[in-house]
C-alpha cells in the first residue's frame, strides 16, 4: 500500500509546477518576463528559461522517482528565488495584499521543507531510484552480499 500512496503524493506534489510551466510560463512567455521584470528579477528571459527548465525537469524527475533527489534539488532552488521575488509580504503595507502574500510565502515554505525531505530521503517506494542497486540502502546491500 506505501507504494502506490508515495507516487500519489509525487504527483500531488509536483501537479502545481507542471502546470505553471506548461500552462503558464511557456504559453504566456513574454507576458511573465514582464511580470519577472516588474518584480526585479534580473535577466528575467534568462531566468525564465530556467525555470521553465527546473519546474519540469524538477517535476518529471520526483515524479518518477529518477534522480530525484537533484530534481527536487531544483524544484527547491526554483521555490527560493520565487519567494523572495513574488511573495515578500514584509515589504507590502496594503492589508488585504499582505495576508495574501503571507499566505503564499508560507505554502512556499512547506513545499520547501518537502523537498528537503525528499532531498534527505529520496523518492521513496515505486520509484526508478529504488530499483538500481545504488539507491539500495547500505544495510541491505550488505545484507545481500
Known sequence: MLGPVNVLGRVMLCTIFLMSAVGNKIPKFSGVVKYMESAGVPAPQIMLVGAIVFLIAGSL????????????????????????????????????????????????????????????????????????PAAQPEASKTESA
Not at 92 to 115: P, R
Request: no cysteine; charged share 10%; glycine share 6%.
Open 61 to 132: 524527475s520526483v515524479i518518477l522517482g529518477y534522480k530525484a533527489r537533484i530534481g527536487a534539488s531544483l524544484l527547491l532552488v526554483f521555490l527560493i528565488l520565487a519567494t523572495y521575488y513574488f511573495h515578500a509580504f514584509w515589504n507590502i503595507e496594503d492589508v488585504q495584499q499582505k495576508q495574501t502574500q503571507t499566505i503564499a510565502f508560507m505554502k512556499n515554505l512547506s513545499m520547501m521543507g518537502a523537498m528537503l525531505m525528499i532531498i534527505a530521503n529520496g523518492a521513496g517506494a515505486m520509484s526508478l531510484d529504488r530499483k538500481s
